[in-house]
Nanobody
Framework: QVQLVESGGGLVQAGDSLRLSCVAS????????MGWFRQVPGKERDLVAT????????DYADSVKGRFTISRDNAKNTVNLQMNSLKPEDTAVYYC?????????????????WGQGTQVTVSS
């Protein structure tokens, strides 16, 4: 079992930055592929960014490329999402996710463990 706890959400203005963090426990963190997803009411949960076990592979949604950066610190069991140049359309609940079954995935169905989510609201 893996427990994930997100933090760092909040209310910001367009153009501002936020840093989300997710701390994992329960399994060897370095064996977990990690991802950030987001969801708005009435819509499906979508990929934001993913990172492989080693951190050597990353993937981003087209809408966040060049603005968001995913990183991990295996010594601290933490995955981060640095979000710059935020836009109102980035407003969503952001979820941290993990999987043990694959070393790297950008597919939501591959993720087995989920955090409770953290709200990000970007005002115009």
């Amino acid at each position: 079992q893996v427990q994930l706890v997100e933090s760092g959400g909040g209310l910001v203005q367009a153009g501002d930055s936020l840093r989300l963090s997710c701390v994992a426990s329960g399994r060897t963190f370095s064996r977990l592929a990690m991802g950030w997803f987001r969801q708005v009411p009435g819509k499906e949960r979508d990929l934001v960014a993913t990172i492989s076990w080693s951190g050597g592979n990353t993937d981003y949604a087209d809408s966040v490329k060049g603005r968001f950066t995913i990183s991990r610190d295996n010594a601290k069991n933490t995955v981060n999402l640095q979000m710059n140049s935020l836009k109102p359309e980035d407003t969503a609940v952001y979820y941290c996710a993990a999987t043990l079954t694959i070393s790297y995935s950008a597919t939501i169905k591959d993720y087995d463990y989920w955090g409770q989510g953290t709200q990000v609201t970007v005002s115009s």
